[in-house]
């Protein structure tokens, strides 16, 4: 089978994007999903996402990590596949979709793609961490030397002995100012440090804000492929109208036999 392809970016986090509206990707294949994402034996990329049809929405995001399996929401790639979608002709500037936590809402102008996240209700603040599920799962730690801190060996241990076998996306988080911080994450399923992650500076935003570290509602975050933002309304102990904002860029396109 030959396969078209298109290759997106968001802040680093890289994603193979596939049209299938026509129902002919191998979509349960987890070895075949596993090796494009192979940056060595395939085309290379921390995740794989299908655009398919839905009945209530513009369009349908099924999203693959790199090993493989169907995963929960990854909001770099809900950034991406907008753009996508509007290579594709499928609305102008705003959009809905639907994920595997809801439909989303999206805003696109000049690259810039905001994206609406879930409300949150839960934000759980343990004596050296905090924990809360923006869509994924999310591990959140604040650390002093992030330049130096060893993310892969610590946040892969925090993900296997904190988490079990389901695991969680591990943030390690420096303050900067009152409304900027750095953030360096641990992915599950790509199972390494990636250059960004759109949950997981989500969940650095609301814990940040829950523990009483920033005040402010629109946070800065700098990752380690450019910058991200996410902007809150908190009402009555829930997160609402979250938005993660920032790049979302087509890389290249091509055709692989799978």
Avoid: W
């Avoid at 596993?34 to 513009?58: M, P, Y």
């Avoid at 879930?118 to 591990?139: L, R």
């Amino acid at each position: 089978m030959n396969l078209t392809f298109f290759k997106y970016q968001g802040t680093g986090n890289d994603f193979i994007m596939i049209d299938n509206r026509a129902k002919t990707f191998p979509k349960y294949n987890t070895k075949i999903v596993k090796k494009l994402c192979d940056r060595h034996f395939g085309i290379g990329a921390d995740g794989l996402i299908l655009l398919e049809d839905d009945e209530q929405t513009n369009f349908r995001m099924v999203y693959y990590n790199a090993d493989g399996n169907e995963s929960t929401m990854c909001g770099n790639g809900g950034r991406c596949i907008v753009a996508f979608a509007k290579k594709l002709g499928l609305f102008e500037t705003d959009t809905t979709f639907m994920a595997i936590d809801g439909i989303h809402h999206a805003i696109l102008k000049d690259d810039i793609v905001s994206l609406q996240m879930i409300d949150v209700e839960k934000v759980d603040i343990f004596q050296s961490y905090i924990f809360t599920n923006t869509g994924s799962p999310h591990h959140v730690q604040l650390v002093d030397d992030i330049e130096n801190f060893d993310v892969y060996n610590e946040g892969r241990k925090i993900r296997h002995e904190i988490y079990g076998t389901e695991g969680s996306n591990v943030n390690f988080v420096k303050n900067i100012d009152d409304n900027t911080y750095r953030v360096r994450t641990y992915e599950r399923g790509v199972e390494d440090e990636t250059l960004a992650c759109g949950t997981g500076v989500t969940a650095v935003a609301l814990a940040m804000h829950s523990s009483k570290k920033t005040k402010a509602n629109t946070i800065n975050m700098l990752v380690e492929g450019g910058k991200l933002s996410v902007s809150f309304e908190y009402n009555n102990g829930k997160y609402t109208n979250v938005h993660l904002i920032g790049s979302a860029e087509f890389v290249f396109s091509g055709n692989i036999e799978i």
